[in-house]
């Protein structure tokens, strides 16, 4: 069974920075890894992937701001958010593909910006 492991989360002041990290439990050969986040009463929503060859996307709403990158050889997915806004705020969840096509997705980091 593969876990996959959020950590990096918190409060943060308008402007501030985050990191986040999301890290698999097994050696196994991970092909996409993307970070979502989800606030309340919206849906889950991605905020930016990235495959393994390092080719990344994100939602207009955090280009610029976010910036996502991956270590292949530790299976770990990072994403370092600058100049937060309140509306940034959401439990954010870090999902990683399979080679053979399963997803595992961790049990979410809580992201709060706040004044």
């Known amino acids: 069974q593969v876990r996959v492991v959020e950590s990096g989360g918190g409060l943060v002041q308008p402007g501030g920075s985050l990191r986040l990290s999301c890290a698999a439990s097994l050696s196994i050969l991970i092909d996409g890894m993307a970070w979502y986040r989800q606030a309340p009463g919206n849906q889950r929503e991605l905020v930016a992937g990235i495959t393994r060859g390092g080719t990344t996307k994100y939602a207009e709403s955090v280009k610029g701001r976010f910036t996502i990158s991956r270590d292949n050889a530790q299976n770990t997915a990072y994403l370092q958010m600058n100049s937060l806004k309140p509306e940034d705020s959401a439990v954010y969840y870090c999902?990683?593909?399979?080679?053979?096509?399963?997803?595992?997705w961790g049990q979410g980091t809580q992201v709060t910006v706040s004044s």
């Open positions: 999902k990683q593909d399979s080679m053979i096509g399963r997803s595992y």
